[in-house]
């Protein structure tokens, strides 16, 4: 194993690689193509954690984590919130009415569509947001540009002709911090917690508002359920969900145990500190203002 690595999908220069160098500097960032080769890296231990997109407060869920993070054999152990800003920038020298094209990762481009839909411009989806920049730079073309963070422009020597494109001034990335480790370290006794996990009801009639009553009964704050389907039917629904509190407390549990009563499949994914960010409503802390 690679002592002091942290896997992330995408590009030097990308948020995820901006995430891993603010919030784990003793760490050497290494990137990969894919989700499911960052996923491997840190199963197989070439790296000891893992620093992934799981949703945005714009584009939504970043689907294919969803359908990874069940069958990754990693844990969440932490979660952390970043402020998007998204540059339009060209090869030196381009001029903005030239750019026919944007080249950018599908969230990128979902992030800033007021902006293409204002210029006319065609969206091009790439693999990542830097390596949008990074191959426009080894390929210039006039009538073309990438969205990518403001960064980017100078690591692969573009010119910035657009700053701040992004659809809302809030836009936000939330990533999660994975590891291999089977059996984490518990988060601190006095920290707010949240506990992530994902289950399959049985099919029998009203089995998803049965397995749900658990919660509400028990006074759960539930903060996230979503579906996906999975193993390419409609019939094999999956649900992630987030609730506020530890499997052990007296009332997750009872709500648990009821859950487990009404599905075929159910698996804690993680137990992590609440990170800085949070919505209040959302099982965060309220930060001073």
């Known amino acids: 194993m690679t002592e002091h690595c942290i896997a992330y999908q995408g590009e030097r220069g990308s948020n995820s690689d901006l995430m891993c160098r603010a919030h784990f500097p003793d760490y050497e960032p290494h990137p990969f193509d894919t989700f499911e080769a960052a996923f491997e890296a840190a199963r197989s231990g070439r790296c000891e954690l ?3 997109p799981l949703e945005n407060s714009i584009a939504g869920r970043v689907a294919d984590v969803h359908h990874l993070l069940p069958r990754s054999g990693l844990k969440i152990i932490g979660e952390r919130y970043m402020r998007i800003r998204f540059n339009l920038m060209a090869n030196p020298g381009t001029r903005l009415e030239d750019v026919k094209v944007v080249g950018s990762h599908i969230m990128g481009l979902a992030q800033c569509r007021i902006m293409l ?9 790439m693999s990542d947001t830097a390596g949008a920049a990074r191959a426009l730079a080894e390929h210039p073309d ?12 100078a690591l692969y020597g573009l010119e910035t002709l657009l700053e701040g494109v992004e659809d809302r001034g809030d836009n936000t990335t939330r990533f999660v911090i994975l590891t291999a480790e089977p059996s984490p370290p518990a988060p601190a006794k006095d920290a707010v917690c949240i506990t992530s996990f994902v289950f399959q009801v049985k099919n029998v009639p009203a089995a998803l ?4 009553g658990g919660f509400a009964t028990n006074g759960i704050n539930m903060t996230k359920l979503e579906s996906y389907a999975e193993g390419g039917t409609f019939t094999a629904t999956m649900f992630y969900a987030e609730v506020s509190g530890r499997p052990e407390d007296p009332a997750l549990k009872r709500a648990f145990d009821e859950l487990e009563f009404f599905t075929r499949r159910f698996e804690i994914l993680g137990v992590y500190e609440a990170g800085p960010g949070r919505a209040p409503e959302a099982g965060g802390v309220a930060t001073p203002s």
Not at 142 to 153: D, F, H, I, N, Y
């Open 50 to 52: 893992a620093m992934i």
């Open 117 to 125: 839909r204002k210029y006319g411009f065609t969206a091009e989806t």
């Open 142 to 153: 006039p009538t073309r540009a990438a969205l990518a963070p403001p960064g980017a422009a």
């Open 209 to 212: 508002y049965k397995a749900m």
